[in-house]
């Protein structure tokens, strides 16, 4: 089976300092098929991770929107869906042809989702229910029983800001990563309660607001 990262910033997002050659270095050095780049509401950074991928390192456009609710990843995506209500998020995002993610949606020490939950079941294509930055485990097993109980197709994502971090989580394909989201046969792998790279994301963060500096 293909291993694809269906969850890695860049330094496009103000909580990530990797620049995209260190993205495809580390998503090839985690052994994985392919990776999701999924900045923080922008696209900014696809390409330049896709100009630096070595060959069969498949390269998938991706964002993650801020929603007035919790973040959904939008997979195989060419323009950015604006920042509003998910379910209108998930419109703009079918209407390009891509596919709809709910991204850590449980995870109450971020953004979450707590409202509207069964028509977001009915809307979306996927849950992500291994997000190797839950520091809790119990907001992934409740993303993953949100995804059974609704008969959602299950993926995993590292959540990556990091090289270190790329390849942690990841989900397991035959196949088209697209194709088996909308068939529902993929196989979320990995683990979570990582709580040093949260560490490492405020840091970033701070260096951003002081002056733009790096690590």
Do not use: W
Request: aromatic share 4%.
């Amino acid at each position: 089976m293909d291993r694809y990262d269906l969850q890695v910033h860049t330094d496009a997002s103000p909580c990530s300092a990797t620049p995209p050659e260190d993205v495809a270095a580390a998503a090839t050095d985690a052994g994985l098929d392919g990776i999701v780049v999924t900045d923080h509401d922008t696209l900014a950074n696809v390409e330049r991770v896709r100009a630096a991928a070595p060959e069969g390192l498949d390269v998938i456009s991706g964002v993650e929107v801020t929603t007035t609710q919790g973040h959904l990843l939008g997979i195989d995506v060419a323009e950015t869906p604006p920042k509003t209500d998910p379910l209108s998020v998930v419109d703009r995002i079918h209407d390009q042809g891509g596919l709809a993610v709910l991204s850590h949606p449980f995870d109450s020490l971020r953004q979450y989702y707590d409202r509207d939950l069964d028509d977001l079941a009915a809307a979306v294509d996927g849950v992500e229910v291994e997000n190797s930055r839950c520091v809790r485990e119990s907001f992934n097993r409740q993303a993953r029983a949100y995804a059974n109980h609704h008969g959602l197709s299950m993926t995993g994502g590292s959540d990556a800001h990091f090289p270190r971090e790329v390849g942690r989580a990841y989900t397991a394909v035959e196949g088209s990563l697209t194709d088996a989201i909308r068939e529902g046969s993929t196989t979320p792998r990995g683990h979570g309660r990582y709580a040093s790279g949260h560490v490492l994301t405020k840091v970033q963060q701070a260096r951003r607001l002081v002056g733009g500096a790096r690590p």
